[in-house]
């Protein structure tokens, strides 16, 4: 069973790359995780002008999810 490096959760299938947010090539993050803050990391890389909007939409997003 492999778990998500990002929240530790079960992931089915093969998993996804979490860089920028984890460097180690073994470590796999779920579809959750990917979609959420893998996907916005990278987006910070490519347009570092837009960090602050999109660590607002990450904060929301979580609140969401705590709800």
Not at 20 to 34: A, G, W
Not at 44 to 64: C, G, H
């Given at each position: 069973m492999v778990k998500c490096c990002i929240c530790g959760e079960k992931i089915e299938g093969y998993g996804n790359n979490p860089f920028?947010?984890?460097?180690?090539?073994?470590?796999?993050?779920?579809?959750?995780?990917?979609d959420t803050y893998v996907l916005a990391a990278r987006l910070?890389?490519?347009?570092?002008?837009?960090?602050?909007?999109?660590?607002?939409?990450?904060?929301?997003?979580?609140?969401?999810d705590t709800k």
């Open positions: 920028p947010l984890e460097i180690n090539p073994e470590k796999r993050c779920c579809d959750n995780c990917n910070m890389l490519i347009k570092p002008e837009e960090a602050d909007r999109i660590k607002k939409l990450i904060e929301a997003v979580r609140e969401i």
